[in-house]
């Protein structure tokens, strides 16, 4: 299953709301993650199950979808949200994750 | 509290071997699904393995299948990676998660492997 993400990049500004789209190449009910990276830091749950929100993780983030087409809303940017954000599906092996978009 | 810490990583000709390993504590490790995730030096997150809970169940990338081996002991709470016939596009920093049901959290600190001559 291959997952694309749009768009790659996005240039915000705080208080923005931003949204960013992933797509499977085939549908995989809910199975999916969503991921924050910041450079040189270790990947960090956001939201799974496409839209249960990860204990500890503020509300601003939302996820939503299923079947083929998946988004993550960040309701209102803040400082400590630019970063690198990835979708996965758990749906079937391999678990493959989306190419990433970076919010800076 | 729940802890994966990496092991192993290094620099490794081509073609060598290497195996990592992953100490989890705060948790009993044969009550989850584990995983090896890597990624490559600015590049982005790729899924290598996993293994059931009882090592039973194996599943890989095309990318290392036939070269890295998944496997476990619960009895030492340490889930590892034998990777061999290891080649450049190898080099990545290498990351174990633990699988909480249909999410991949904690993750570890990673480990950086460099396949290089």
């Known amino acids: 299953i291959q997952l694309t993400q749009s768009p790659s990049s996005l240039s915000a500004s705080v208080g923005d709301r931003v949204t960013i789209t992933c797509r499977a190449s085939?549908?995989?009910?809910?199975?999916l993650a969503w991921y924050q990276q910041k450079a040189g830091k270790v990947p960090k749950l956001l939201i799974y199950?496409?839209?249960t929100l990860q204990s500890g993780v503020p509300s601003r983030f939302s996820g939503s979808g299923s079947g083929t087409i998946f988004t993550l809303t960040i309701s209102s940017l803040q400082p400590e949200d630019f970063a690198t954000y990835y979708c996965?599906?758990?749906?079937?092996?391999?678990?493959?994750f989306g190419p990433g978009t970076n919010v800076d | 509290q729940v802890q994966l810490v990496e092991s192993g990583g290094g620099v490794v000709q081509p073609g060598r071997s290497l195996r990592l390993s992953c100490a989890a504590s705060?948790?009993?490790?044969?009550?989850?699904?584990m995983h090896w995730v890597r990624q490559a030096p600015g590049k982005g997150l790729e899924w290598v393995a996993a293994?059931?809970?009882?090592?039973?169940?194996?599943y890989y990338a095309d990318s290392v299948k036939g070269r890295f081996t998944i496997s476990r002991d619960n009895s030492k709470n340490t889930l590892y990676v034998q990777m061999n016939s290891l080649r450049s596009e190898d080099t990545a920093v290498y990351y174990c998660?633990?699988?909480?049901?249909?999410?991949?959290?904690?993750w570890g600190q990673g480990t950086l492997v460099t396949v290089s001559s």
């Open positions: 998660a633990k699988d909480s049901g249909w999410k991949l959290d904690p």
């Open positions: 705060g948790f009993i490790l044969s009550d989850y699904v």
């Open positions: 293994i059931s809970y009882d090592g039973s169940d194996k």
């Open positions: 085939q549908g995989i009910s809910s199975y």
């Open positions: 199950l496409a839209s």
């Open positions: 996965q599906q758990l749906h079937s092996h391999p678990f493959t």
